[in-house]
């Protein structure tokens, strides 16, 4: 018998992905409001009531009523929305951040999808801080940028504005800079770290991709660490990872000026990982994912396939 999924909100910028990375698979059976009930309470109370496993693509407080009709149903969530990422009554959704976390997310109830740009930090960043090469109190900035479908419809059509001109900007634009950005608390709740990281986000004039650099100066790291042993922490924890890529290091560090295009793993679940040693002693961490795929709905998909108990992998392009 096929499980019965409802994605409420399957019209925005995730919901879609996970809408057409899942049609088709057989062992599914997706629950989809037609467009002239897609925003009434009532059809969609009845639908989520309907499902295994409801996935909610809705702004945050929409999310957060769809929890309390799912409360009364007793049907499994797995949301998309800031809205439960650091609530401990959920299970973080982000399948690789400890060697336990999948189990946790197999029994939730209720899981909360990552946000995209802690995802790459948090991987980057949390085996360092668990292999003590990376003291909790450590001060980091993250810097990165993304492609502007990370800001849902709004910023898309902004974007892609002709009379804005945005589409032919010939740099990323920073934002954010007046206020602390709703993915630093889950940052710092599953990193291991006690002091909030500096985070300075910027959009770039492409629709997907996402580069995250965690600059790591020497003198944050635990005394003799070397960029071989980030390395090797990272690539430690993360071998046999379906959808984890960690390049080998290189020291000195090189590339060109593609080597580091934030779109190389559009339209697909994967991400990738480096280490780029400095001869100072400081070391550069990168990740290159899709903002839409391993950034949300197809992180959204292995979070599913977990909760249903069928391959992780299944419907996933790595």
């Not at 990272?234 to 290091?249: A, D, I, N, T």
């Amino acid at each position: 018998m096929a499980h019965r999924v409802y994605i409420d909100g399957h019209a925005g910028t995730t919901g879609l992905r996970i809408r057409d990375w899942l049609a088709g698979r057989p062992d599914l059976e997706l629950i989809v409001l037609p467009e002239a009930e897609r925003k009434s309470a009532e059809a969609r109370r009845a639908r989520l009531a309907q499902a295994d496993v409801a996935v909610l693509c809705l702004p945050d407080d929409a999310a957060r009523e769809a929890a309390r009709w799912a409360a009364e149903s007793g049907t499994r969530l797995l949301d998309a929305s800031t809205a439960h990422r650091v609530d401990p009554a959920w299970v973080y959704g982000l399948p690789e951040l400890t060697p336990e976390q999948r189990a946790h997310i197999r029994s939730a109830e209720r899981v909360a999808n990552p946000g995209c740009y802690p995802s790459a930090f948090l991987l980057l960043v949390r085996p360092l801080v668990d292999a003590g090469l990376l003291p909790p109190d450590a001060a980091l900035a993250i810097h990165a940028v993304s492609g502007y479908s990370g800001g849902g419809r709004t910023m898309i059509e902004r974007w892609e504005d002709p009379a804005a001109g945005l589409s032919s900007l010939p740099f990323e634009a920073p934002y954010a800079l007046d206020r602390v950005h709703k993915h630093v608390p889950e940052m710092v709740r599953f990193s291991g770290l006690t002091r909030d990281p500096q985070f300075v986000p910027a959009v770039g004039p492409f629709r997907c991709g996402m580069r995250v650099q965690v600059p790591l100066h020497a003198d944050s790291l635990a005394p003799g660490t070397t960029g071989k042993q980030i390395w090797e922490a990272l690539s430690q924890r993360y071998r046999g990872e379906p959808f984890v890529r960690v390049h080998p290091v290189r020291e000195p560090a090189g590339g060109d000026e593609r080597s580091f295009d934030p779109r190389l793993c559009n339209d697909t679940n994967r991400i990738e990982l480096r280490v780029l040693p400095h001869p100072s002693g400081h070391c550069l961490l990168m990740a290159v994912l899709d903002n839409l795929g391993k950034g949300a709905s197809g992180v959204a998909i292995q979070n599913l396939n977990l909760m249903l108990g069928v391959e992780e992998t299944e419907g996933l392009p790595a």
